[in-house]
């Protein structure tokens, strides 16, 4: 799968899937814009990218701004020249119950950051899109696509389940532009993302030991394996995909 040539913009690419997965499209040949708040972690990304000989923008952003949704798309097309795929994936995993004080506060970060700036960014880069006749991966999760997980986690899955049918409409929208759109449900991947939800080092590791013993095959995926998928949507190979839903779990949803 070459993507030679081709412009690729990924949020969230400081740490975790989105890092794996701009290195992934460096690594094929595409010049990359990685978004995130952390400059130290998206500095080594971008060192990443550049090793395999690829143009690597920084934007150091919050995707929740729609400022900053909007100048990702222009910084991209202005420094790179076009662009050909969109990867949402920023996300963020905090948890409130609705009984809490803090519910609506936590529900609107959440939806802003995991959601809203999805539709933000793609509303400006579609037109860009169009006109190279490219696809969108969203990232959203498992918890987008059943209720299992414990209360709190309303807003994400919430914020999850909205990326999926978002994923839809936008795949009906731009169809007749020749352009595709998919979603990746993905179950436990090891990355930064209960230490970023605010998860002490102890908490992180009986964590990921529950999402292990949840899954069928009893393990937790590395981001890498998000990654190849999000390549296998974005290249020829899945020239008839759009609208649909991708599950890597390792079985989760069928325990
Ligand atoms: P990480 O916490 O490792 O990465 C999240 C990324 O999103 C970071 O690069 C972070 O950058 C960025 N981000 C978060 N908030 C913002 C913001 N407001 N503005 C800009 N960037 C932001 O987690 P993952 O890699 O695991 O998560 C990536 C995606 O995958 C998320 O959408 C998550 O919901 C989804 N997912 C993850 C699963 C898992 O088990 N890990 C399972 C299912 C789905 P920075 O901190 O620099 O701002």
């Known amino acids: 799968?070459?993507?030679?040539?081709?412009?690729?913009?990924?949020?969230?690419?400081?740490?975790?899937?989105?890092?794996?997965?701009?290195?992934?499209?460096?690594?094929?040949?595409?010049?990359?814009?990685?978004?995130?708040?952390?400059?130290?972690?998206?500095?080594?990304?971008?060192?990443?990218?550049?090793?395999?000989?690829?143009?690597?923008?920084?934007?150091?952003?919050?995707?929740?701004?729609?400022?900053?949704?909007?100048?990702?798309?222009?910084?991209?097309?202005?420094?790179?020249?076009?662009?050909?795929?969109?990867?949402?994936?920023?996300?963020?995993?905090?948890?409130?119950?609705?009984?809490?004080?803090?519910?609506?506060?936590?529900?609107?970060?959440?939806?802003?950051?995991?959601?809203?700036?999805?539709?933000?960014?793609?509303?400006?880069?579609?037109?860009?899109?169009?006109?190279?006749?490219?696809?969108?991966?969203?990232?959203s999760s498992i918890g987008g696509l059943q209720a299992t997980a414990t209360a709190n986690f309303m807003p994400y899955c919430v914020s999850k389940a909205a990326m999926n049918h978002f994923t839809k409409f936008t795949a009906k929208e731009l169809a007749p532009h020749g352009v595709r759109v998919n979603v990746v449900n993905p179950g436990p991947v090891k990355t930064d993302i209960a230490e970023n939800a605010g998860y002490v080092p102890q908490a992180q590791d009986y964590f990921w030991q529950k999402m292990k013993e949840g899954t069928a095959l009893k393990r937790v995926s590395d981001p890498e394996e998000i990654a190849d998928l999000v390549l296998f949507l974005a290249s020829d190979k899945a020239k008839a995909v759009t609208g649909s839903s991708y599950v890597s779990d390792n079985g989760m949803m069928i325990v």
């Open 1 to 139: 799968m070459s993507f030679k040539g081709k412009v690729v913009i990924v949020t969230g690419s400081s740490s975790g899937i989105g890092a794996a997965i701009a290195i992934q499209f460096a690594k094929e040949g595409a010049n990359v814009t990685i978004v995130g708040r952390n400059e130290v972690k998206l500095n080594k990304v971008a060192e990443q990218c550049e090793s395999f000989g690829a143009k690597c923008v920084k934007i150091i952003a919050d995707v929740a701004s729609d400022d900053a949704a909007k100048r990702i798309v222009t910084e991209t097309v202005e420094k790179l020249g076009q662009l050909d795929i969109l990867v949402n994936n920023a996300g963020i995993a905090k948890t409130a119950f609705l009984l809490a004080e803090n519910a609506v506060e936590t529900f609107d970060l959440v939806m802003n950051t995991n959601f809203r700036s999805a539709v933000v960014i793609t509303h400006h880069a579609a037109p860009h899109i169009i006109k190279t006749k490219g696809n969108i991966i969203n990232i």
